[in-house]
């Protein structure tokens, strides 16, 4: 499964995010695809780099001025290293997250089953098929815009979401299947990841929908194939 990690709410510190970056990272090694998005404070701005290895995001976290700059924190995402075996080559290069919808940016971990994925593609009379975390950016715009939670309700697979909106506000959901862990910090930091790398962090309750601190809104997947 892929991995992610982020901060939300104070600048963050390079050798922090570089100490969490290779918590993530060793977990997926084999990797193809590293995404670092960096939020800024200043107007309503993101910015994205994506690398092909560990060694040349851990340099940009190094050197690049954009690290310096005034952020509000910063989300890094590592792809599945089964991802290239799923998809090929070319539609490989084009789903890099995170996936975009009405300017409502979505970080995706976890699978949309692939029979429902292919009804959903054959639906829509797409040639290629659906992205699955583009799929879920239109229901978890649903859910920020609208406050409709059908979508995520019936999404037929697993799933933990970090959604960031045009303004740079923070939401997560996730369903039985995927993890997702988060906590406040001393320092008023939020940080948010797949795996519990700090003691503080707590496990995110299925179903519900975190929004900066509060539970808004809580949906019912119940999308659970393993019986966990």
């Known amino acids: 499964m892929c991995g992610i990690y982020g901060e939300y709410g104070l600048a963050p510190d390079p050798n922090r995010i570089k100490e969490a970056m290779n918590?993530?990272?060793?977990?997926?090694?084999?990797?193809k695809r590293y995404t670092l998005t960096l939020l800024e404070k200043r107007g309503n701005s993101t910015i994205e780099a994506t690398f092909p290895s560990f060694e040349e995001m851990v340099e940009f976290v190094d050197k690049d001025p954009l690290v310096k700059r005034p952020l509000l924190g910063f989300v890094f995402h590592v792809q599945s290293p089964t991802a290239m075996d799923a998809y090929n080559v070319d539609l490989f290069e084009q789903r890099q997250h995170p996936a975009e919808y009405q300017g409502l940016h979505v970080w995706h971990n976890g699978m949309m089953d692939e029979k429902a994925l292919r009804g959903v593609t054959k639906d829509r009379g797409l040639d290629k098929a659906i992205w699955d975390t583009e799929l879920l950016a239109e229901h978890l715009y649903d859910v920020v815009a609208n406050g409709s939670?059908?979508?995520?309700?019936?999404?037929?697979?697993?799933?933990?979401?970090i959604g960031v909106t045009p303004d740079n506000h923070l939401w997560i959901t996730r369903n039985k299947i995927s993890p997702m862990f988060l906590g406040e910090d001393k320092e008023g930091t939020y940080r948010f990841c797949s795996v519990k790398l700090f003691p503080f962090m707590e496990p995110l309750p299925p179903g519900h929908v975190w929004n900066e601190g509060k539970i808004v809104y809580e949906h019912d997947n119940q999308y659970n194939p393993f019986g966990l």
């Open 23 to 31: 918590n993530i990272s060793f977990r997926n090694r084999g990797s």
């Open 149 to 161: 939670l059908s979508g995520l309700d019936n999404f037929p697979g697993s799933f933990a979401l």
